[in-house]
């Protein structure tokens, strides 16, 4: 089977089988090579995080990245050694042009602020973005970041990043920000695909979305072995 037929089947693909990972990931769509590929963020079961990204570009498109052939996902790259995260979140941003932008929470409930460019990788900024964290929601819209912050007390705060100062940020208490993530509709759309939902590890099922091939929806998971899954479907058309 060619790589483009294996890209618009949808089968279900395993992530990093040979990575030490844990909890749930982040997905988000890119917007590097010729159709934007994926970008997948987890947590290392030890030590650090794992970057994963898949190939959405067809073999008639110019191939810049020959280690990872169209329709397939990476082996993974580790960074951010030296501390064990419980969360972490990956975003598309505008900036730098396309800096991707990762928040993420170490096991002591310190949310930290990294970013991706070109060349240097990914760097931590100095500055936490709060402190006595249990979990967390981002967004990001024109460069400008949100957080919403669950302590570990269970009270709410909304933070917000301009892009004044960049690649630095500044955080300010904001009115609102994102909802706290929620399994339910990827849980929903698994079972619709046929996904048997008593092999899903409680608590990692995520839904995202992509423009590839025409509109797909991003499902990822663990299964019963703790394994990353990751099955596209088709955006249903209105």
């Known amino acids: 089977m060619s790589k483009n037929k294996q890209m618009h089947s949808f089968d279900p693909a395993v992530i990093g089988p040979d990575r030490s990972t844990a909890g749930p990931v982040s997905l988000a769509q890119g917007v590097y090579g010729a159709r934007g590929n994926?970008?997948?963020?987890?947590?290392d079961e030890l030590d650090g995080l794992?970057?994963?990204w898949f190939n959405a570009d067809l073999d008639s498109d110019p191939l810049e990245t020959p280690d990872?052939?169209?329709?397939s996902w990476s082996a993974g790259l580790h960074f951010a050694a030296g501390a064990r995260y419980r969360q972490a979140d990956i975003l598309q941003s505008t900036l730098?042009?396309?800096h991707l932008e990762v928040l993420a929470c170490t096991d002591d409930?310190?949310?930290e602020s990294w970013f991706w460019s070109p060349g240097p990788g990914f760097a931590r900024r100095a500055a936490a973005v709060a402190t006595g964290v249990q979990h967390f929601?981002?967004?990001?819209d024109h460069g400008v970041l949100r957080v919403t912050v669950v302590t570990g007390t269970g009270s709410i705060v909304h933070l917000a990043s301009d892009a004044v100062g960049y690649p630095d940020r500044h955080w300010e208490r904001a009115a609102d920000g994102p909802e706290p993530g929620s399994d339910h509709a990827a849980l929903a759309a698994l079972g619709a695909a046929g996904i048997a939902v008593d092999g899903i590890r409680a608590g990692t099922a995520r839904l995202a979305s992509s423009t590839r091939a025409g509109g797909t929806v991003e499902l990822t998971?663990?299964?019963?072995?703790?394994?990353?899954r990751h099955l596209g479907l088709p955006t249903p058309r209105g």
């Not at 990872?68 to 329709?71: A, F, I, N, Q």
């Not at 929601?137 to 990001?140: E, G, Q, T, Y």
């Open 109 to 111: 409930g310190v949310l």
């Open 68 to 71: 990872v052939p169209p329709g």
């Open 38 to 43: 994926l970008e997948l963020l987890a947590c």
């Open 50 to 52: 794992w970057v994963f």
């Open 96 to 98: 730098g042009p396309d």
């Open 137 to 140: 929601a981002a967004s990001i």
């Open 221 to 228: 998971w663990r299964d019963a072995e703790g394994r990353i």
